[in-house]
């Protein structure tokens, strides 16, 4: 029955945010399931971080309530916190310590003191990659060092969820990827339930179970990313540049689905390549392009714009 | 060493009823203690450059008005009788330096914790609530004054200018003027969108309280208004009560002084905590 069970890691039912007059987050509804990974995508100002803060507890929900592990995010933030092992968007290490210091110095916060939280701490360098640099200052680290090092923070305390706000926002491809690995292995060794926002869709498609989709502080639909992009807008998409007013008339009156940007024209063809063929043969000096759909494509066609700006 | 913060009293909160501004008081806890303990580290670890020179400072004010100007007027008059100028200056410095190591702390070097390093982001992702670091900020701004005042008052005593065992109450002094200060300069912090506004403040309020609260030269030399005036300022009741406990008399308007010393903190604490939070929480 509904009382034995569990409480679920986040439920969150008709949340609102806004600040004065604008409002950030417009009515969501979204759960997050025991170790799922879930990734709120969309582009900058969509809601998503705002989101996140509410549940996080950093900011004061305008209507609407979210329990995380079934304690009330307005009621009882402490135990909450407790719970949670949270990777802002924004590095806030402190510059005036080591490495080491800043870890033990974060542990404290949570009455995690003593021999035991040294040996944490090894195990969580060990971890992230970072053994060597344990006594090195702040400033001697690279960027994806830091974001590392953001990341075993928020594994101190054992969190049951982890929250990762952007976790690879500005690092360079190597870093990301060495990121999403060790996400990856958390995940797979340690089972850890994970509530992340990005604005890149193929951080997306790596790391979540199953993603939601926000735009303009409402959620446009989610789901797993595979099935999300099959069910969506099919396997393949025909991507074209430089084009005439014809193609885009052609296509149009093919009554193929497409999408267009400022200067992109996609075309969702679920007949296996049959309006690559045809556009060949209609415009042979036309340049086309096929390659795999992905959630970009979900997004623009639902939002009628693309992830980035 | 375990602090536990409790939680506030759980109860519904009407969908959308944002909360009160007395509740703040309520949610400050004992895990202020741990924001004080990251103050204190970081102290440690920067004390060669963040403490010792600015206690040279005043050692350079002693030397230079103390024996300097001191050369030239020699006693100045106080309660009733001339006093070397020696005798009543260094006392002032000491209360200058309440004002100076608590609003400091909690204006410039604040600041820089919360907006350029983010280190209250870092915190408020732990148990820790907002009204927490507020507190302990607090508290530690008033730390720094008794530190430093501590040492000047070693440093002074060796000269002869101060009168044991009165003298020690210096100390508390310094951390009631402490208190004050820092919540004055919370308050502070509280409304300047950027950091270069402290200058306004810091210029109107802190700098003529530096020269004309009896810091340097007796209020009474002045004209009767202005007396009146420097009265109402803080620091002139703090560095009367300084002076007081340093030559081993009873100042003038003592407990009336302490009484609005204290009235005066617990009033700019509390308006610090609800500033604070509204600037911090949005």
Excluded at chain 1, 106 to 135: N, S
Excluded at chain 1, 213 to 233: D, R
Excluded at chain 2, 36 to 43: C, E, G, I, L
Excluded at chain 2, 186 to 202: A, D, K, Y
Aim: hydrophobic residues 45%; glycine residues 8%.
């Amino acid at each position: 029955m509904a009382e034995t069970a569990a409480p679920l890691p986040i439920e969150a039912t008709g949340l609102i945010k806004r600040y004065g007059s604008f409002t950030a987050v417009d009515g969501i509804d979204f759960t997050v399931r025991e170790g799922e990974c879930v990734g709120f995508l969309g582009p900058n100002g969509a809601g998503k971080t705002t989101t996140v803060r509410m549940v996080t507890c950093f900011t004061p929900v305008t209507e609407g309530r979210a329990r995380v592990f079934g304690l009330d995010v307005s009621i009882r933030p402490r135990e909450i916190k407790r719970l949670l092992g949270i990777c802002p968007q924004e590095d806030n290490l402190d510059p005036d310590f080591s490495v080491l210091k800043n870890l033990l110095v974060y542990a404290r916060y949570f009455d995690l003191t003593g021999p035991g939280i040294r040996d944490r701490v090894e195990e969580l360098l060990a971890l992230m990659q970072l053994t060597d640099k344990i006594h090195a200052n702040i400033r001697e680290l690279s960027g994806g060092m830091k974001r590392r090092l953001m990341l075993a923070r928020a594994l101190l305390n054992n969190p049951r969820l982890l929250v990762l706000d952007e976790p690879t926002g500005g690092l360079d491809p190597q870093a990301r990827h060495l990121m999403w690995q060790r996400v990856r292995s958390l995940r797979a060794n340690e089972g850890v339930t994970v509530l992340m926002t990005t604005h890149y869709m193929e951080e997306a498609s790596q790391l979540c179970d199953r993603v939601i989709l926000m735009e303009g502080g409402k959620i446009l639909l989610e789901g797993a990313p595979p099935a999300l992009v099959e069910q969506e807008v099919g396997r393949e998409v025909l991507e074209m540049w430089d084009y005439p007013a014809e193609v885009r008339e052609f296509v149009r009156l093919a009554s193929w689905r497409f999408e267009e940007t400022e200067d992109r024209l996609y075309v969702y063809d679920r007949d296996r390549g049959r309006a690559s063929e045809e556009i060949a043969r209609r415009f042979p000096h036309q340049e086309r392009l096929i390659r795999q759909a992905t959630l970009e494509d979900v997004f623009l066609h639902h939002a009628g714009r693309t992830l980035k700006e | 060493m375990v602090i536990r913060g409790a939680d506030e009293h759980e109860r519904a909160r009407p969908k959308g009823e944002p909360m009160k501004w007395y509740e703040v008081f309520a949610r400050v806890s004992p895990l202020a203690l741990r924001v004080w303990q990251r103050n204190a580290d970081v102290f440690r670890t920067t004390i060669l450059v963040n403490f010792i020179p600015p206690l040279l400072e005043p050692v350079l004010y002693i030397v230079a008005f103390g024996f300097g100007l001191g050369s030239l007027i020699k006693t100045v008059p106080y309660q009733g009788r001339q006093l070397p100028y020696l005798a009543f200056m260094a006392p002032g410095v000491i209360s200058v330096a309440v004002m100076f190591w608590s609003y400091f702390e909690t204006t410039y070097t604040c600041f820089v914790r919360m907006y350029y390093q983010r280190t209250f982001d870092a915190i408020i992702a732990t148990p820790l609530l907002v009204e927490d670091v507020i507190a302990g900020e607090w508290i530690w701004g008033a730390t720094k004054s008794v530190m430093a005042c501590s040492i000047m008052l070693v440093g002074i005593s060796c000269f002869g200018l101060a009168h044991w065992p009165s003298a020690v109450l210096v100390i508390p002094l310094a951390g009631l003027g402490g208190l004050l200060f820092a919540a004055l300069g919370l308050i502070t912090t509280s409304l300047v969108p950027q950091i270069e506004q402290f200058n306004l403040p810091t210029f109107i309020i802190i700098f003529p309280m530096f020269l004309f609260s009896g810091t340097f030269f007796p209020i009474d030399i002045l004209p009767a208004w202005a007396v009146h005036v420097a009265w109402v300022l803080p620091l002139t009741h703090i560095s009367s009560l300084i002076r007081g406990a340093c030559l081993g008399e009873v100042p003038p308007h003592m407990l009336a002084g302490i009484g609005y010393l204290v009235a005066m903190t617990l009033a700019a604490a509390g308006l610090a905590l609800v500033l604070m939070r509204r600037r911090l929480v949005k």
